[in-house]
Each structure stands twice: as structure tokens, then as C-alpha cells.
């Protein structure tokens, strides 16, 4: 109703509209402010992606390297529970041994029974086995690799300041090592 009295009068309402318009303006960020927020947040986006991406690559090492060691540690198990030899070797099929260790890993039986599944490392990184058998570890009922020792050595792509080892001892614990200090990196010497 009140805006029906201020249409009668011209001036009025004229003013009334007017006072709405800056109580919005008032409300309103402005396009400088805006573009300034907006600039202030590229900013610091500019200066914690570096850091981002380390993470990112770190994370990623870490979470291969721990695969493996998990991967590792349940064929041991695997073989003392059940009272039998098993393997952990590359597959690229998934079903048996054979390939290379970057195509993925399986944990078999002497009676070909698939355990577990590994996946395939990503795309451009490295994973090298220094040891005497070239694609299998074999754990005996023992729980022991047969005499067998050596470490995997993981390249990420473009990010060699991440790469490490997952180290086999020959009773067949498993640990990892991603710094030998703070100066020297793992190198297994590709």
C-alpha cells in the first residue's frame, strides 16, 4: 500500500526506487573488489601448487612401496598358514607368472590358486627387482624365500626425490626405505 501512495506523487516515487537501488549497491561487492579477491586467490594458488604436487608424488610412492610390502608380507603369511609353498612374482594376466614386475603381481600357490591381485605400477614409473631370481619369490611352508634376498626399487615418473626400496631380508621380513638421509637417495643403479 505504501508504494501506491508514493506513485501518486511523481518525486516521490522517484525517490522511494532510488533508495532501493543503494540499499542493493550496498549489498553488493563491487568488480574491483571482486577482481581483487580474485587475483589475491590466484596468488596463493600460484604459491602452494609446487608443494601440492610433492605431496601428491610422495603420497603416490609411498602407497606403491606400501603394496608391495603388504603384498610381501601376506605371501609369507600365506605360505606358513597353509602349509605350502607360494609365490609372489610379476604377472601380466593376473593368473600366472609371467611378465615383468611394473605389469602387476601376484600371490600363487604351487597349485596355481590366485590369492591376491596387484595392480600395474602407473604409466612411466619404474619397479626393478635386485635379486637372485629374476620375476618369483618363492616362501617356503617355512615362511622363509629360500635363501633369496633383494629389494624393489620404485621410480616414479619425473620424480626421483620420491623413489624407494622395499627391502627383503633373507628370513623374509619386509621393510621400506625411502631416505637413506637427507643427502642421498635410493639408487638401484637402473
Given at each position: 500500500?505504501?508504494?501506491?501512495i508514493f506513485t501518486q506523487y511523481g518525486i516521490s516515487a522517484k525517490l522511494f526506487l532510488v533508495d532501493n537501488l543503494k540499499m ?167
Amino acid at each position: 500500500m505504501e508504494f501506491e501512495i508514493f506513485t501518486q506523487y511523481g518525486i516521490s516515487a522517484k525517490l522511494f526506487l532510488v533508495d532501493n537501488l543503494k540499499m542493493i549497491y550496498k549489498r553488493a561487492f563491487s568488480i574491483i573488489e571482486l577482481l581483487f579477491v580474485l587475483a589475491v586467490f590466484g596468488a596463493m594458488l600460484l604459491i602452494v601448487m609446487p608443494f601440492g604436487r610433492a605431496l601428491i608424488g610422495k603420497n603416490r610412492a609411498e602407497a606403491r612401496t606400501e603394496e608391495l610390502r603388504a603384498g610381501l608380507r601376506f605371501a609369507r603369511a600365506a605360505a606358513i598358514g597353509l602349509g605350502e609353498s607360494v609365490k609372489f612374482c610379476s604377472s601380466k594376466d593376473h593368473e600366472k607368472c609371467n611378465g615383468s614386475w611394473k605389469d602387476g603381481q601376484i600371490v600363487i600357490t604351487e597349485s596355481n590358486k590366485v590369492l591376491r591381485i596387484l595392480s600395474e605400477i602407473p604409466v612411466g614409473d619404474e619397479l626393478v627387482w635386485k635379486g637372485r631370481e629374476k620375476n618369483t619369490i618363492t616362501f617356503s611352508p617355512e615362511g622363509l624365500p629360500g635363501g633369496q634376498r633383494g629389494s624393489f626399487c620404485y621410480y616414479p615418473k619425473n620424480d626421483p626425490e620420491n623413489a624407494a626400496a622395499v627391502i627383503m631380508d633373507i628370513t623374509g621380513r619386509v621393510r621400506v626405505l625411502s631416505e637413506i638421509s637427507k643427502e642421498e637417495r635410493i639408487s638401484c643403479n637402473l
